[in-house]
T-cell receptor
């Protein structure tokens, strides 16, 4: 089975902290994605990566950065966490067109 | 731009059929997907349909695609309490192969 693992299920951070969300996939997928999910807004793409060290901005990249040093790992970084970044963060990977496999999600609360 | 729309809530009685609807704007999509998200979990692919198909059936699930109206539906027969989830419609497989365009999700509520 494809496995996408996010490092934390729940995180609570203080405003202004630097936050790292880690995601690892074990299927040698080229593409990896970070989404945030908010009620009534569905999934919004923050960043995606189609190869090691390659990244592209999604729909809402402001306040976030990403790192992909190895094919299996894609990290989302909140440079200075703010309360409006409280959300569910979902990582996904895919091998090409379409079907994406998701991690279990990280619920981040910024206080 | 590209857009996928679906209603936010659907309430059905246990044992009835559920029909979740979705409209999309990008007619060049190759694939259309239904994902399911159970409470507290990530998304899982439920089923998908190629854009050259009209219908796909998989056990209790039936997907109907009307390309002319750009309308996709998911029918769940004999809805059970375990079907309670949020169902996301997504389209993809266009020039921007890496990305899927997502609907906001429909929360399916099962009444006893």
């Amino acid at each position: 089975d494809v496995k996408v693992t996010q490092s934390s299920r729940y995180l609570v951070k203080r405003t202004g902290e630097k936050v790292f969300l880690e995601c690892v996939q074990d299927m040698d997928h080229e593409n990896m994605f970070w989404y945030r999910q908010d009620p009534g807004l569905g999934l919004r793409l923050i960043y995606f990566s189609y190869d090691v060290k390659m990244k592209e901005k999604g729909d809402i990249p402001e306040g976030y950065s990403v790192s992909r040093e190895k094919k299996e790992r894609f990290s989302l970084i909140l440079e200075s966490a703010s309360t409006n970044q409280t959300s569910m963060y979902l990582c996904a990977s895919s091998s090409g067109q379409g079907e994406a496999f998701f991690g279990q999600g990280t619920r981040l609360t910024v206080v | 731009g590209e857009d996928v729309e679906q209603s936010l809530f659907l309430s059905v009685r246990e044992g009835d059929s559920s029909v979740i609807n979705c409209t999309y704007t990008d007619s060049s999509s190759t694939y259309l997907y239904w994902y399911k998200q159970e409470p507290g979990a990530g998304l899982q692919l439920l089923t998908y349909i190629f854009s050259n198909m009209d219908m796909k059936q998989d056990q209790r699930l039936t997907v109907l695609l009307n390309k002319k109206d750009k309308h996709l539906s998911l029918r769940i027969a004999d809805t059970q309490t375990g079907d309670s989830a949020i169902y996301f419609c997504a389209e993809g497989g266009t020039d921007s192969n890496y990305q899927l365009i997502w609907g906001a999700g429909t929360k399916l509520i099962i009444k006893p």
